[in-house]
């Protein structure tokens, strides 16, 4: 029984874990990580170093260091051209990594694939003029196509144009044949012209006909019956807590839980957080409890399963010299949020005891932590820190400077403490029974 | 095939996918601060042929150096 349930487990997540889009989903997310942490700090700069708005709390309000006000454009700059062009930057890498699959590596392919989202958009955009009438703006392409809130069109519509390309251009059917005498690289994109026009001529005539058919945009669609309610589910408390439960099941069967399934939680919870990050940004109500560094700081703050209360449970009560001299080990790397000295080498996979609450822990430290800025004690997150920040430190530059999520983070690790301690004490009888 | 052994595949599936590790080298963060205090070098950085940084994210990052100076031109003209 235990085997099939395991067989079962490891064919589903080999499956998620070798599929060719998710594998090219999460490899682009990967690449896109850095420019979304460098333009959360760029953000927390601007407000907290060198916004000059008079009454505002930053470092260039204070006499003596107006100078830092001038570095403003600098950080706002780097903001902008970060932020604002995630959706553009997914579809280019998840195009030129679905094709290094297929051994495709035009440099056409990413540009096709571009076009064809852009095909998918409106040109024109609605806005308030500065004296409050609406002014509707054409021939003009709104960062609600480029910024976060286009990841989930962009990513399908990247994965389409790649498909269709590449098949076409490996067909070798649309292959215009040039004479020997024209250079090779001329020849090349002879070769490539019929199947870059018709990935990008089928995408726009999808999203037309679907406009003709519904009256609705192909874009505002996928948007309103897919990334919505998706949104709706992973934002909220209970989907979040079943895919934190779902993420560290599979940590205990050895298979790394988050890396399985970030392909699907992630452009969700990143767009939540690029909605907090742009209220922050611009000074209004920040909208969404969870979103990506909710994760990184409530359910996998010293690593997944919340394993710093493991360690502290350990040191405290263990009786066992192997676990006294893991803990030890594994002290240093959990101050960076890195766990596998634990999971394999206590090992806390496929070790029913510690298993439970290595489930349990990040469920009531997200629980906790949701209940605490529900109330307004620990700030939203606003910047998206490096998951290898430590603890404390992490919730608090996450906040944008909020004690209380400092405070709550901590308290999410005493939390996992005292969860992991009856479970520490249990394999201390178990190792007296072995012994006996 | 054993348990622990389809098990060992999958993590070595997952070790050959591009990890945190390899997008926060020591060379690679000091091109990320590249990019934000001084873009062309950051962007040098990135395109020169000793750079660690892989062809999609080369296409990227150019992108956004790209996008982050005619941001900070405008900016700057417009106060």
Redesign the interface.
Known sequence: MK?KL??GM?SA??AM??QRHL?AI???F??????II?GSF?TLFSNVICNTTPGFFSLANIPGLSFLGKLN??????N???M??IA??IV??IA??LG?HYGI?DKAL?IVALGAYISLCTFTASGKAADGTEVVVTNVLSRVYTNAQGLFVGMFASIAATEIYCRLVKSGKLEIHMPDSVPSNVARSFTILFPSLITVVIISAVGMIFEMATGMTLFNAITAFIQKPLSNILTSFPGYITLVFITTVLWT????GT?VTKAVYEPILLAAFAENEAAYAAGTAIPNIISTPFMSCFSTVTGAGITGGLIIAIMLFSKRDDYKAIAKLALPCALFNINEPLTFGLPIVMNPVLAIPFMISPAVSATFAYAMTKIGFCGRMVVNA???TPPGLMAFLCSGGNIGAAVTQIICILLAFVVYIPFVLISNKQQVLTEE | MSLTKRGGDLNMKEKQELQVTDVFTKSRIFTYLWIVFCPPYGLYRVLSPSSEFRRPEKWVWTMIVICTLVTFVKLIITG
């Not at chain 1, 990967?30 to 420019?35: A, F, H, K, Q, V």
Request: proline letters at 8%; a negative charge.
């Open positions: 085997d395991m067989n490891l997540a080999g874990q070798t594998a999460k490899n682009a990967m690449s896109l990580l850095p420019i460098i760029c454009p600098m950080f706002t700059a780097a902008y051209g970060t604002n062009f553009i930057g280019v890498l030129m990594e290094e590596t990413p069967f050895g298979i790394h890396q490096p998951w290898t």
